[in-house]
């Protein structure tokens, strides 16, 4: 079956302006996730969505990130005013968020980042 | 704070040499351990979940085990397709909220034929 995917794969922005990187998670998958992962340092977690509650924003590094997920499948992250600082894979997962032994997150291929 | 620490960060094998990857963790409160393998300019894919000291899993030329400490990916007469950036996720107890994995930094494995 499909997988997780994002677009645009790429992507390359100017410093101050604003991206929309875009989610859709495996069908039936009701919790998603954002990672970043930065040149050599590990995933960094920053949001999660599960079904209609409410987001745990705790991973989000400033008030320029946020994120939604409408009709409880696609997600979208925007970044405002982008940083050079900003640039990186992100990358989005879902998994079944039944909470069994099953639940496992599964990523898609990324967004590469780049503001110059 | 949950912390996973990975080792070595980088290993280089011959065909066919076998070898062991660590992922040390301190977490309070352990739901589960993840491996997961990452390709160049790929996401991670899923490999493992391992729940309770003791357990092991297999697939293929891949075991891993854990304990209370730490989590082994022992790799058996590894192939040049097992050369990747292999990562060690953990997830705290679904009763505290939480449900982000905390990775480590990965170990880059390099098999040469």
């Known amino acids: 079956g499909a997988g997780v995917s994002q677009s645009p794969s790429n992507k390359v922005t100017e410093k101050g302006k604003d991206v929309e990187l875009r989610c859709d998670p495996i069908s039936g998958h009701t919790a998603l996730y954002w990672y970043r992962q930065s040149l050599g340092q590990g995933l960094e977690f920053l949001i999660y969505f599960q079904g209609n509650s409410a987001p745990d924003k705790s991973g989000l590094p400033s008030d320029r990130f946020s994120a939604e997920r409408t009709g409880g499948s696609v997600s979208t992250l925007t970044i405002q005013r982008t940083q050079q600082e900003d640039s990186a894979v992100y990358l989005c997962?879902?998994?079944?968020?039944?909470?069994?032994?099953?639940?496992?997150?599964?990523f898609g291929p990324g967004t590469r980042l780049t503001v110059l | 704070e949950d912390q996973v620490t990975q080792s070595p960060e980088a290993l280089r094998l011959q065909e066919g040499e076998s070898s062991s990857l660590n992922c040390s963790y301190t977490v309070s409160g352990l739901r589960g351990l993840f491996w997961y393998r990452q390709d160049p300019g790929k996401g991670p894919e899923f490999l493992f979940t391992?729940?309770?000291a003791g357990e092991e899993k297999e697939k293929e030329r891949l075991k891993a085990t854990l304990t209370k400490k730490e989590s082994f990916l022992h790799i058996t007469a590894p192939k040049p397709e097992d050369s990747a950036t292999y990562l060690c996720?953990?997830?705290?107890?679904?009763?505290?909220?939480?449900?982000?994995?905390?990775f480590g930094s990965g170990t880059r494995l390099q098999v040469q034929p």
């Open positions: 391992l729940y309770s």
């Open positions: 997962a879902s998994s079944l968020g039944s909470g069994g032994s099953t639940d496992t997150q599964y």
């Open positions: 996720a953990v997830q705290v107890r679904w009763d505290t909220g939480r449900r982000a994995l905390t």
